[in-house]
């Protein structure tokens, strides 16, 4: 079957950084996404991984490693406002979308 | 900045009653996708269309629920008869459907909450 594992909540202090981890088993690769959902809104675009590496984007950062399945995503100066839950989502070999349930992060002041 | 659309924000109905739910897709967006929500759960897909066909409905209820997007472009969900257990965020999503980039931009969604 497919699978994608995410921890289901970390806690993080305002300003510090914090390293959300993914990995994924799943039937052929094309790409993996981080969302960002606020509570009682829709999940919003943050990142697309397709080759193995790092791909920074402000203070967010994405890496992927497609031979160990794990991706992360990194936020860096954590804000209050970042709180909100991370998927992580994995395009299969049919180019269907596997999404994982989040990760809670709760930033503390 | 084009959004996908989604009507009502907000339902609440009682059980055994039947609600539907509408989507308008970003212009030009040929693949639009339905998910319901559970909190503290990821999205979990019932219905992908392509253009007007259905692509994927493995995961629809089909005693109860039915999607359609005659045209090929809004899509409207219904559910008849609603359960309790149908209560969750129902989340529209629609991307260009090119097989090598498949981001979706998602709707602001429906709370549904069954009495």
Not at chain 1, 37 to 42: F, L, R, T, Y
Request: glycine share 8%; proline share 4%.
């Amino acid at each position: 079957g497919q699978n994608i594992d995410q921890p289901t909540e970390m806690t993080a202090t305002e300003g510090a950084i914090v390293q959300i981890n993914c990995t994924y088993q799943t039937s052929g690769f094309n790409g993996l996404f981080w969302y960002q959902q606020h509570a009682g809104e829709a999940p919003t675009f943050l990142s697309y991984n397709v080759l193995d590496g790092l791909e920074e984007k402000g203070r967010f950062s994405s890496f992927l490693s497609r031979s160990k399945g794990y991706s992360y995503l990194l936020l860096k100066e954590l804000q209050m406002k970042d709180s909100a839950s991370y998927l992580c989502a994995v395009t299969d070999s049919n180019y269907q979308l596997i999404w994982g349930a989040g990760t809670k992060l709760i930033i503390k002041p | 900045e084009a959004e996908v659309a989604q009507s009502p924000r907000y339902k609440i109905t009682e059980k055994s009653q039947a609600v539907a739910f509408w989507c308008d897709p970003i212009s030009g967006h040929a693949t639009l996708y339905w998910y319901r929500q559970i909190l503290g759960q990821g999205p979990e897909l019932l219905v992908q269309f392509q253009d007007e066909s259905v692509v994927d409905d493995s995961q629809l209820p089909k005693d109860r629920f039915s999607a359609e997007r005659l045209k090929g472009v809004d899509s409207t969900l219904k559910i008849q008869p609603a359960e309790l257990g149908d209560s969750a965020m129902y989340l529209c999503a629609s991307s260009l459907g090119e097989a090598t980039y498949n981001e979706q931009f998602f709707g602001p969604g429906t709370r549904l909450t069954v009495l």
